[in-house]
């Protein structure tokens, strides 16, 4: 029943984080289509700018709200707690808001983009919105209140959508769709005060707090850091290398399916208090086993079909004009198997975040001597999105080691490894089967119409002759779907 209970609370945390992509990726479109290539390039680089240093900025915090509320059953503890991480946020904010004012010249002048820096000017007070937004759906997910963060990313979702979409449509200048996007974090930021309000209480100094908050979250934070670097780097070497055009079809195509990180780190979201408060092993095995067996059978026909369909999907969202994104887009694609597990997360709940920092250097480190000697091969912009994928791979690899020897953990029991396998044979088998049927179709449109559905049936009948689909998730989807239903009439 409690299975039941997190699956469901992942589920619908999924449903809607997805819901979120969707229409994001929908304004990247309208964007992509709207403004020219180096225009929209900048638009791109503002949020690799705030991605990145928000990251160094916030030092873990958010994530650590998941270890720390659920160890506190006192009201009047947890407002404290709250009230103490929003004080420290707002200042972290303000310290980013000067940073781009003060930087901004040299961040535009190392990006090769003049236009950046007065871009920059209209974009530095974003953080000062955006950390207690961001801080928020940590807090609500340490309370156990899923519904909270749903009803938020909503709310979001509606303020992104009427008012960036709004001012790009209506002005069509890049500046003014900024100003859009700073009118939606504002509203935002109202929002989370508002719904905080009764969280605050009066500002008590406490040395104690403090060491118990970094002592945790630092470790974490550096990890962040560094693994925000090792993701994000490919894009700043692309950025120092290529022109922001260069840099909009790289951006466009240089992603691991945000779908994947949207579906882990809701899943992870709920785990982590459920991990944190076991201290049986067996326990701790048995969620963490069918969390990843359930991201597989998401996580990689998904990456299979879109692998086969690549360069249609670039066309028909982005036109034809980003169509050599593709190529970026399928190596990304490659690290995606990697992904059905988040390794981290047992060291994180297990209060051993040293060891998240010792993978992240490692993997920054890694990443950038690679990055730096692809970039002057003649793979050019190829060479860093391949260095990436391999990064990836020797970061998984690191953290198996760990969980067997420092955790303790048995691998073969914590990892279904058979499941996965036959996760994998049937998409491969459903992919095959539709690369060869769309080979004999000319048109994009009936490529994707005719290849998913090919694929889809393929998969699903192979999966389930070959055990990879059990009766019993084909009986959590059909109680899923009746409850929606249920809930909409």
């Not at 303000?94 to 950046?116: E, H, K, V, Y």
Request: glycine share 6%.
């Amino acid at each position: 029943m409690k299975d039941q209970s997190l699956t469901k609370q992942a589920g619908l945390l999924s449903a809607t984080e997805s819901f979120r992509f969707i229409m994001k990726s929908l304004i990247g479109i309208v964007l992509a289509r709207m403004l020219t290539p180096e225009d929209y390039g900048s638009y791109r680089q503002l949020f690799l700018i705030y991605t990145t240093f928000s990251t160094v900025l916030l030092l873990g915090i958010p994530q650590s709200m998941l270890y720390f509320i659920p160890k506190i059953s006192d009201d009047l503890d947890r407002k404290r707690l709250v009230s103490r991480i929003v004080d420290m946020i707002s200042i972290l904010a303000l310290l980013m808001f000067g940073g781009i004012l003060f930087f901004r010249g040299m961040i535009a002048q190392s990006f090769s983009n003049p236009q950046l820096s007065c871009l920059l000017l209209i974009f530095a007070g974003y953080p000062i919105f955006m950390f207690l937004s961001q801080v928020y759906s940590s807090i609500m997910m340490g309370m156990k209140r899923s519904d909270r963060v749903i009803r938020f990313t909503l709310f979001t979702i509606v303020t992104d959508f009427v008012l960036i979409l709004g001012t790009a449509l209506f002005f069509r200048k890049l500046e003014m769709i900024v100003l859009g996007l700073m009118l939606s974090a504002f509203l935002q930021w109202i929002y989370v005060r508002l719904k905080l309000r009764t969280m605050s209480i009066a500002y008590s100094w406490d040395k104690d707090f403090y060491k118990q908050q970094f002592s945790y979250s630092l470790p974490l934070g550096l990890s962040s850091i560094i693994g925000v670097l090792t993701v994000q780097l490919d894009k700043f070497v692309i950025s120092g290398f290529f022109s922001p055009a260069q840099y909009a079809i790289f951006s466009i195509g240089a992603m691991e399916l945000p779908f994947v990180g949207i579906l882990t780190n809701s899943v992870n979201s709920v785990i982590l208090p459920a991990i944190s408060s076991h201290t049986d092993k067996s326990q701790v095995t048995m969620l963490y086993r069918a969390a990843m067996r359930k991201n597989a059978l998401l996580i990689i026909p998904i990456a299979a079909l879109c692998f086969v369909l690549a360069s249609d999907i670039i066309s028909i969202l982005y036109s034809d004009r980003y169509s050599s994104a593709s190529i970026y887009f399928q190596i990304y694609l490659i690290a995606l198997l990697v992904r059905i597990g988040s390794y981290g997360i047992l060291f994180q709940a297990l209060n051993r975040t040293k060891y998240i920092l010792y993978n992240a250097i490692f993997t920054l480190s890694l990443n950038l001597g690679l990055n730096l000697i692809l970039v002057n091969t003649p793979l050019k912009m190829k060479g860093p999105a391949i260095a990436t994928v391999i990064v990836t791979y020797a970061s998984m690899a690191l953290y198996l080691y760990w969980i067997k020897s420092k955790l303790k953990f048995q691998l073969g029991l914590m990892i279904p490894w058979l499941q996965i396998g036959r996760t994998l044979l049937s998409a491969l088998i459903a992919g095959l089967i539709s690369f060869w049927t769309i080979s004999f179709i000319e048109s994009i449109w009936l490529n994707l119409i005719i290849g998913g559905s090919i694929f889809s049936i393929c998969y699903l009948a192979v999966a389930y002759l070959l055990g990879a689909i059990l009766p019993y998730d084909i009986a959590s989807i059909k109680t899923y779907i009746e409850g929606l239903i249920q809930r909409t009439r």
